[in-house]
């Protein structure tokens, strides 16, 4: 998996899995701790992502809005659209773009 990051927006690549979530945590709790409202994440190039790397995503959508932030993934892959449908993840994500 290889991040980006610069001040408000995320962009992660490659196999999303939760044994190399460990940059991916602290990447995004810099970005909640910043003073950016809206945080963008880009899964459109992410190939593969599985359970644990979902629980991620959704314990820094909870810690957002617990922050008043919001927290956009845009875009998402098709596959990454795939998997949160198929898990019923969907509702709890704001997203856009395929």
């Not at 979530?21 to 990447?27: D, F, I, P, Q, T």
């Not at 459109?44 to 314990?59: K, N, Y």
Request: net charge negative.
């Amino acid at each position: 998996m290889d991040i980006e990051s610069d001040h408000y927006r995320l962009k992660v690549s490659g196999s999303a899995f939760i044994q190399e979530s460990e940059s991916l945590v602290l990447a995004l709790k810099e970005l909640l701790l910043s003073d950016e409202p809206e945080i963008q994440i880009s899964l459109e190039h992410v190939e593969a992502i599985d359970t644990g790397m979902l629980q991620v995503f959704i314990s820094a959508q909870k810690s957002a809005e617990h922050l008043g932030k919001s927290l956009l993934f845009s875009p998402i892959s098709a596959q990454v659209k795939s998997i949160l449908e198929q898990t019923g993840l969907d509702p709890l994500f704001y997203y856009e773009g395929v």
